[in-house]
């Protein structure tokens, strides 16, 4: 299974975009990129996800690089209620199994 | 119901007592999975069921820890002679089959204190 690497914490101005990083330079090839996040005492909640091409939904979007190692969720205008612990994952292709790692804490700031 | 359901939300037990922990899947959810979140801490894989089979147990901590799922729907996780360890909250989620694309819904988990 792939390992992802984010950073630990992020601050990010309410109204402003919130771009969230994410190392995979292990990910294989038909393995896709998986974005959750948990707010606190709650289940995860899935926000997006993409193999090759940039996605886009109505609650963010993904861009992955061409060499396919690393991604940044952009939450574009973030809000009090976007504070939570956000999980980039890769996805095991034959299980569908998540594996998360530690996550992104982000605070969105008034 | 609409979405993955988890029972009980809160137990309570004595180190040394058996419990068992409920996931209804949302309905016609082939795969469904068994995480565990420790305190501050990310969610950690047990189990994974297609159908009523489970092709991968690699996550599950020690022989304490079983878990079954009949007629493809509901599921209970088991934990024998419980450690203090094993509080945690546990998280069951489902997907319509298991597809590396398809969306995994989360329960809210089954908070568990081993005294």
């Known amino acids: 299974d792939a390992k992802t690497t984010q950073p630990t914490s992020m601050d990010c101005a309410e109204g402003r975009a919130a771009n969230l990083p994410c190392n995979h330079s292990?990910?294989?090839?038909?393995?896709?990129v998986y974005w959750y996040r948990q707010i606190h005492s709650q289940g995860p909640q899935y926000i997006i996800h993409g193999l090759k091409n940039n996605e886009t939904n109505e609650m963010a979007s993904l861009i992955i690089t061409e060499d396919r190692k690393s991604s940044t969720l952009i939450l574009p205008h973030a809000t009090l209620r976007d504070t939570a612990v956000y999980y980039c994952?890769?996805?095991?292709?034959?299980?569908?199994?998540?594996?998360f790692g530690q996550g992104t804490t982000l605070q969105v700031k008034p | 119901g609409a979405g993955v359901s988890q029972s009980p939300s809160n137990k309570v037990t004595e180190k040394g007592k058996d419990v068992e922990l409920r996931c209804d899947p949302i309905?016609?959810?082939?795969?469904l999975y068994w995480y565990r979140q420790s305190l501050g801490q990310g969610l950690e894989f047990l189990i994974y069921?297609?159908?009523?089979?489970?092709?991968?147990k690699s996550g599950l901590p020690s022989d304490r820890f079983s878990a079954e799922r009949t007629g493809g729907s509901v599921s209970t996780l088991t934990i024998q002679r419980t450690q203090q360890e094993d509080s945690a909250v546990y998280l069951c989620?489902?997907?319509?089959?298991?597809?590396?694309?398809?969306?995994?819904?989360f329960g809210e988990g089954s908070r568990l204190t081993v005294l």
């Open positions: 989620a489902s997907s319509l089959n298991p597809s590396p694309t398809g969306e995994l819904f």
């Open positions: 309905s016609g959810h082939t795969a």
């Open positions: 994952i890769v996805r095991n292709p034959n299980t569908g199994k998540l594996i």
């Open positions: 292990t990910i294989s090839g038909n393995e896709y």
């Open positions: 069921f297609q159908g009523n089979s489970a092709p991968d």
